[in-house]
């Protein structure tokens, strides 16, 4: 039954405001000055993940910017989905002062939800759009890695899965602020007004959220396990692509808290593991878009090479670039050892002697400017061995070679 509040003066609103969000149960006493709370492990999660986040972001930078010196359109993807998470993460801070994480809702007062209100809603909609900008870049990163220019399976699942996030996350934000008419109905519980139940839209956003990060597990593995290479290098790649797991195992609890929040009567003591798992599912989105391009940019710079030969560890002489030069070299060397090799036929008692009509330098640098190549020899050339040693010579000669080899 919905209560009108246009009626209440200035007054009745203040004193209304003053009042417990939720009626205490039976032996509980609302504290309003001093909840109960777990603030200090609050803080400690949302200082973890965005320490994370900046380390990952830090290392793609230096790895983009400094060795490379390639910047991508993935990297404003990147950039923007970091803005949001910077968003995201000013909203989650300010409800440590007020109300608090792990507070009971009888122990704050409906004027304090109403800043909360607004906070959750604003984190809401940065979330929403965090994740599908960090998934759209990931996507576009694999892109440039697994299709290799072609047209195939992958590359129709990508860009399948980047129009449905960009599509999906366009339609969160909306419904999100459409969930009330007018939208501040939603903190301002006194505005007249008309509202739909926003849980059912987080529970679906966070549904979604799961499956997609899901596929994004499991689409490079297929790619991966194809590959030429070793089973042990397959391995490798394929763990540092299967990072995404730790975003799935977020986005499942995240998932279950959403479901446990909406159905709560307490429901401000159930806000904070939401929070937390979406933080840690978002610190996990960019750990995925940020990690497995490290490995190739510290091999390609030669930070890898250096690192092992401070550490004193063996290393390969070479690099990929000489080993490319190297084999066009042989490729080269072989191409011209085929060329030498067919220009010479093998003389039978069958062969047809030919002659060239001209005896000129021109025919014996070209032997075939004017002349048909058929089978057949064009020119002979007859070499005569004299030997006018002497017995003696020969006995001297012979003398001298083995005095030499004595």
């Not at 002062?97 to 940065?126: C, D, I, K």
Request: with cysteine; charged share 15%.
């Amino acid at each position: 039954m919905s209560v009108d509040y246009s009626q209440l003066t200035a007054a009745q609103l203040d004193a209304l405001l003053a009042m417990p969000a939720m009626a205490p149960p039976a032996g509980e006493v609302s504290n309003f000055v001093d909840p109960p709370n777990q603030n200090g492990m609050a803080v400690a999660v949302m200082v973890v993940c965005i320490t994370a986040v900046v380390l990952c972001l830090a290392v793609r930078a230096y790895a983009r910017i400094i060795l490379l010196k390639r910047v991508q359109v993935q990297e404003y993807l990147i950039l923007t989905a970091f803005g949001c998470f910077i968003g995201w993460s000013y909203c989650t801070l300010s409800l440590v002062p007020s109300p608090g994480y792990y507070v009971h809702t009888w122990n704050v007062t409906l004027r304090q939800t109403v800043e909360m209100g607004y906070l959750v809603h604003l984190a809401g909609v940065f979330y929403s759009v965090c994740l599908p900008l960090l998934k759209t870049s990931i996507m576009v990163e694999w892109l440039g890695i697994f299709d290799g220019g072609k047209r195939n399976w992958f590359f129709w699942v990508c860009w399948v899965m980047i129009g449905i996030q960009i599509a999906f996350g366009v339609a969160v934000v909306i419904a999100l602020n459409l969930a009330c008419i007018p939208t501040k109905k939603k903190w301002e519980f006194w505005v007249p007004g008309k509202c739909i139940n926003a849980h059912n839209i987080e529970t679906t956003s966070a549904t979604f959220q799961l499956v997609s990060d899901c596929i994004v597990l499991i689409l490079p593995q297929k790619i991966i396990w194809g590959l030429q290479m070793s089973w042990k290098k397959r391995l490798g790649v394929s763990v540092i692509f299967s990072l995404g797991v730790l975003a799935c195992i977020s986005a499942a609890f995240r998932l279950a808290v959403t479901v446990i929040y909406a159905d709560a009567a307490d429901a401000i003591y159930q806000i904070g593991p939401v929070c937390f798992w979406a933080y840690a599912e978002m610190t996990c989105g960019f750990i995925v878009v940020c990690v497995p391009c490290v490995p190739k940019i510290l091999l390609e710079s030669g930070v890898w090479r250096k690192v092992k030969k401070g550490l004193g560890m063996s290393v390969t002489a070479g690099t990929a670039a000489n080993t490319k030069n190297q084999t066009g070299a042989s490729a080269m060397r072989s191409k011209n050892m085929r060329s030498v090799n067919n220009s010479y036929l093998e003389i039978d008692d069958d062969t047809e002697l030919k002659t060239l009509g001209s005896e000129s330098t021109e025919h014996l640098r070209d032997p075939y400017a004017n002349t048909k190549l058929e089978k057949g020899i064009i020119r002979t050339t007859q070499v005569t061995q004299n030997s006018d040693l002497s017995s003696s010579d020969e006995t001297m000669y012979d003398h001298r070679i083995q005095k030499q080899w004595k």
